[in-house]
């Protein structure tokens, strides 16, 4: 975008109204801030020259976007890429400053602006006109500045305004200052009125024209104030546990209840913990843009590093004091979710879209749900080991964030995304209720579905297409505020399935998997494998379940279907490709496949959850991209239609509703879905996130942390 092009100033930029403030604001200052010299420019103009009374500071910023030169980068949408880490890498740096000007009740604007910093610079100075320009000198050569001419330079001659160059100061200089104005920051915190509130930052990106979206509601304070002096001994970590009230028995409500919101324990000092409540539109934001504030510092090396020792924090009582393990205060973000299976993919998701980085967080959970899979994989067990999370002077509560940064490991976990697509004349929706809030939808922290006929989420434990699906849609109808009464409801939706209904075949649905548009796998019904042989890797039973797993974990309970599996490899003629068992590799949580396997008849499930589980019927193991497809629906009304015999009219008869109706339901990591004429379902890794397992060993260590030692052993 040209300088021309350039949407003009408006009020969307102003970060402190000026109606919101009793003085006069006489004077525009212009702060150009670059990585390079943005300390030494803005720390000279706050110590120097700004007078909180009468000044309008515009902090701006001209960021750079380098173009390609080799000549076989897809250039589109490589300068997208670019264009956009450059994009949030200068909002981050400008709300890092602004936060300070806030602070200290200084009206401030903030600009990103794209372009040579040269004509950027000078024509924003032209159009707030601005009284004077601070800037600072970067280090350039005397050659290079004779040929390339520095940016500094060309403001200082150009500019219809004072311009101000700021230099680096002397170290011994630095010192001396440091020592004076370490009392004045800690003068300047005490007095701080209690009114204050914590704040977020509008920036105004000029390359686009929109405004930089945050909260700007009011929050309680954080309990570290980070712009403070560098010898505070601010934490090295910082915790956030996103918590759903309403999971299972609803004991996150204890923790919601807390007086408290921020705190550190006595045993580790060095940990900051914040609790939010992931219902709370305000609480949840204020997580999230405090979890930004941190990786913000994190990219400007604002907070200490991780390789400081934890005796600083020690004081008099070192016995008393816990000791990190190696892995837990190897990253500053941990992030927990606080519910069930469900909460830890909302928690995800609410990660993703606000563009959090992944690589900056360790992730791990308490669990409050029912099944809770992704707690029992990394090893925390399947419920809290005391039935008052808080506990007397918060001494349960203490006890398990310790058990969780003393004893663990870090261990990867693949992330997938899955798509579930319907035909026109069908849909995809949530199982139970339309209008939910019981905390239970991931759906709930997530915009709103756009398109009726499909669906896309996340998933992290195993996806059930059939039985699981088909007991939960009616669980979800009866979901109580209790982890007992939720499994009781779920045993009587189960009995009402063994008895009384009766599962549907899914090759009557599911018509092949296809991979990269070549079929690996096809499902036909007996009539169809009677009728015609095929080359192709053909599905020789009629299963009622399909099973597709990232961990070996299923009914909450970990279970390795996979692993322990002895015999059923007959499930499948013509094995080849990723169905030939010769090409297949130990099942991991963090090897980029996925398993499929089914169950065949009641007979299997009710095998399986008598722990009877040596046979198990395994179609493939599959990397990503693959699809499951589904039948046309008009090939389903025509099989309704077709003339039959006795035997044929009464197995019409027998088929169910959701048989009649093609309707296939879905159980993907405890969140179930419907889905009317079903089109395909598309199954991509999305990302790797490091997970906090347990690290004991005996019986006790996480199965991701397994995974993770046993991959340190593979073959390459």
């Excluded at 902090?59 to 997208?80: E, F, K, M, S």
């Excluded at 609790?275 to 941190?294: A, C, F, K, M, Y």
């Excluded at 008849?601 to 499951?628: C, G, W």
């Amino acid at each position: 975008m040209s300088a021309d092009n350039l949407p003009p100033l408006t009020e969307t930029d102003t970060l402190i109204h000026h109606e919101e403030h009793d003085r006069e604001l006489s004077r525009v200052v212009m702060v150009c801030l670059d990585p390079d010299s943005a300390d030494t420019v803005f720390t000279w103009a706050n110590d120097n020259f700004i007078i909180p009374s009468k000044d309008l500071v515009v902090l701006v910023h001209v960021r750079q976007i380098d173009i390609p030169v080799a000549p076989y980068i897809n250039t589109t949408g490589y300068i997208d890429d670019i264009s956009e880490e450059r994009r949030e890498e200068s909002h981050r740096l400008l709300r890092y400053y602004a936060q300070d000007l806030h602070r200290k009740k200084i009206a401030c604007k903030a600009i990103s602006m794209v372009g040579d910093p040269k004509t950027e610079l000078l024509r924003k100075s032209k159009e707030i006109k601005s009284d004077v320009v601070l800037m600072g000198a970067r280090k350039m050569g005397a050659i290079k500045r004779t040929l390339l001419g520095s940016v500094s330079d060309y403001i200082v001659h150009n500019a219809p305004c004072a311009v101000i160059v700021t230099k680096p100061m002397e170290p011994e200089h630095v010192e001396e200052r440091q020592k004076n104005s370490d009392q004045e920051s800690i003068n300047d915190y005490q007095s701080t009125p209690s009114s204050i509130t914590s704040f977020s930052v509008k920036v105004q990106d000029h390359a686009t024209g929109r405004p930089v979206k945050n909260s700007t509601e009011k929050k309680m304070p954080n309990s570290i104030d980070l712009q403070n002096t560098e010898t505070e001994e601010k934490p090295l970590i910082y915790l956030f546990i996103f918590v759903n009230p309403l999971s299972g028995d609803r004991k996150g409500m204890d923790l919601i209840d807390l007086p408290i919101q921020h705190f550190r324990l006595r045993r580790f000092p060095c940990v900051q913990v914040e609790i939010h409540n992931i219902l709370d539109d305000q609480d949840r934001t204020s997580g999230v843009e405090n979890i930004q504030l941190i990786q913000s510092m994190v990219s400007f090396g604002k907070i200490p590093s991780l390789d400081q020792s934890e005796s600083s924090f020690s004081g008099e009582n070192k016995n008393d004091m816990g000791k990190l393990s190696d892995a837990a205060k190897s990253r500053h973000i941990h992030v927990w979710s606080a519910g069930g299976d469900g909460t830890v993919m909302s928690v995800f998701e609410l990660l993703v879209s606000n563009k959090v980085e992944l690589d900056l967080v360790f992730f791990s959970c308490i669990p409050f749900g029912t099944g809770n899979d992704f707690s029992q994989v990394v090893g925390w067990g399947r419920t809290i080991p005391k039935k008052d999370i808080v506990g007397s002077k918060l001494s349960h509560f203490e006890s398990l964030i310790s058990e969780r940064l003393e004893h663990s490991e870090a261990a990867r976990l693949d992330i997938w995304q899955i798509k579930m697509t319907s035909y026109p004349s069908g849909y995809v929706r949530e199982a139970g209720p339309k209008e939910r809030k019981d905390g239970h939808d991931v759906a709930e922290v997530k915009e709103a579905n756009l398109y009726p006929d499909e669906m896309v989420r996340k998933m992290s434990n195993y996806m059930s297409i059939g039985v699981q699906g088909y007991v939960g849609s009616g669980f979800e109808a009866h979901r109580a505020g209790n982890r007992w009464a939720n499994m009781l409801v779920y045993a009587q939706e189960s009995f009402k399935w063994v008895f009384w209904k009766r599962f549907p075949d899914l090759n009557r649905f599911i018509q092949s998997i296809t991979q990269n548009g070549k079929t690996v796998l096809e499902c036909p019904v007996p009539e169809e494998r009677k009728r015609e042989a095929s080359d192709v890797p053909q599905m020789t039973n009629n299963p009622i379940d399909f099973v597709i797993q990232n961990i070996p974990h299923i009914w909450g309970h970990e279970v390795d279907l996979w692993g322990e599996a002895q015999s059923g490899l007959e499930s499948v003629s013509n094995r080849s490709g990723p169905t030939d068992p010769k090409q297949w590799k130990p099942q991991r949580a963090n090897d980029g496949r996925l398993e499929l396997m089914t169950i065949e008849n009641m007979i299997s499930y009710l095998k399986k959850l008598a722990n009877i589980r040596h046979h198990v019927s395994r179609l493939a193991q599959l990397d990503t991209p693959f699809e499951i497809n589904f039948y046309p629906p008009e090939e389903h009304e025509e099989d309704k239609q077709k003339p039959a015999g006795k035997k044929t009219k009464r197995l019409l008869k027998r088929r169910n509703k959701y048989e009649k109706k093609n309707k296939i339901c879905i159980m993907c990591d405890g969140e179930f879905y419907e889905m009317k004429d079903p089109k395909s379902i598309q199954f991509d890794r999305f990302a790797q996130i490091w997970t906090l397992g347990r690290k004991e060993n005996d019986d006790k260590m996480g199965r991701l942390v397994k995974d993770e030692l046993d991959s340190r052993n593979d073959d390459p």
